[in-house]
């Protein structure tokens, strides 16, 4: 089982980034999945996620309006569409996959049971 993430670099604040997150070895069809981050120094982080159908969308409050979270098509892939972005948004964001039971524990790391490596996410002032 594997997650990979990509689409991680350097922008500038203001700017846009779209992440993606590729899962394999299972079908994660009836999966949740999330993003996390973790800055230096700092906890990781709840920032989004999204219900296996796709129905349910969760956003923290620090990346909401900003921060787009979506299904692909083969349900496998994730995308975290990050806009207007901060230099507070420089972190390594991780992809996860899960099963959640509902609400509050989407946001919550270990209902995740597959991550990936991180991709890193620089925003420059």
């Known amino acids: 089982v594997q997650l990979v993430e990509s689409g991680g670099g350097l922008v500038q604040a203001g700017g846009s980034l779209r992440l993606s997150c590729a899962a394999s070895?299972?079908?994660?069809?009836?999966?949740?999945m999330g993003w996390f981050r973790q800055a230096p120094g700092k906890e990781r982080e709840f920032v989004a996620a999204i219900s296996w159908s796709g129905d349910e969308t969760y956003y923290a409050d620090s990346v909401t309006g900003r921060f787009t979270i979506s299904r692909g098509d083969a349900r496998n892939t994730v995308h975290l569409q990050m806009n207007s972005l901060k230099p507070e948004d420089t972190a390594v964001y991780y992809c996860?996959?899960?099963?959640?039971?509902?609400?509050?524990?989407?946001?919550?790391?270990?209902?995740?049971?597959?991550w990936g490596q991180g991709t890193q996410v620089t925003v420059s002032s």
């Open positions: 996860a996959a899960g099963r959640p039971w509902s609400g509050s524990y989407y946001q919550s790391a270990p209902s995740y049971d597959y």
């Open positions: 070895g299972r079908s994660f069809s009836a999966y949740a």
